[in-house]
């Protein structure tokens, strides 16, 4: 039995609770324990409290001081498109140009770029690339990501991008969440309604027989996939044992998000043009909004979704990165804290409680991981502040510190290595 005693965390933002998403005033309440510890055994947590009970406690278990930083559960992060091939800095460069979507796909970017890329790379460079990208989430604080397909659109493609993040799972400390989003983009070559018969016959059921993936997920806008064709697809993957998500009501207001309530998704996300219908309708269907201010930020837009309006109505929302090469290059969740407070007037608290124990329940994990309660996995941050609230008031840097996975130390390098003490 291996066992560690961490002490003297400045703030122990534990998110104790409800077993259940937070909503409303929940969303505020992190639970703190000052000068707050934990005893870990084998990777699981045993008891959370004050650090001199700890440490009447702690038996032979090895002492793991943060000297006054802020302890708080591993980010999840419940949106990302983490495997694909190259960047988009040609579009990247258009954009700041002032070059419209069009005339950006026009001179041969956009998603279609990224999907001729993703292709023509190998199984092994394609897992690589995105061992690199991971490794980027872990030094920002981040234990469990969210990683879909969708930059493959043919049966072997998808496949390939599938069991890359399988690989992932096996082969670095981060624990992956497969999502399939075959429908993410109709291909050049092939018509929507053929494209729409390979997902739903020959993608979907290879990937439910080998366990490809736990989620399905459409891209349900004008001109990708409408509404009576994300369904059917969104169906037939419900048949198969999938869960559902849906990009909904990012470029327009479409109804993506009536649909997710129709359709029992767990998430609907991005949501930067939904109204007040589509709210109340994912309330009455306990839909999680997962909101995506990266995206928003990264495109010079400033339509951020209504996360107010949605925290107000009882909705159990979730902030996550969208980390992709064409709209949201960053894997940062204190980022995502930081736009989340200065541009969707989220509280540093509300924002903490989206991205951790909110975000864990949409990845049916809620009852592991996202907060740090005994008998949870040992899944948690150091931060070298004193205040919670530093890691949304700070940005533009990582103010991690060390990062532990089931107990382990899997990455280490904060800003003062030396404790302070
Ligand atoms: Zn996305």
Redesign the pocket.
Known sequence: MSSLAVLHASELLTLAGTERPRTGQEMSNLAIIQDGGMLICDGRIEIVGPSDEIEKSRGEAEIVDVGGRVVLPGFVDA???LVFAGTRLDDFERRARGETYEQIAAAGGGIWSTVEKTRATSDSDLFEQAKKHASWFLKCGTTTVEA?SGYGLTVNDELKILRVIRRLNDETPLEFVPTFLGAHAVPRDISPNEYIDLVINEMLSRIASEKLAEFCDV?CEQGYFGIEQSKEILTAAKKLGLKLRI?ADQLTNSGGAKLAAELKATTA??LEKTDERGIAAMKSARVQPVL?PG?VYALGSRCYPRAREMIEAGLAVVIAT?F?PGS?PSPSMPMMLSLACTQMRMSPAEALTASTINAAYTLGRGDKIGSLEPGKLANFSIFDCEDYRELAYWFGFSQAHSVYVRGERVWSGGLRPSAKN
């Open positions: 949106h990302t498109h879909k891209f990009h996300d991005h995506l995206s969208d992709n949201s």
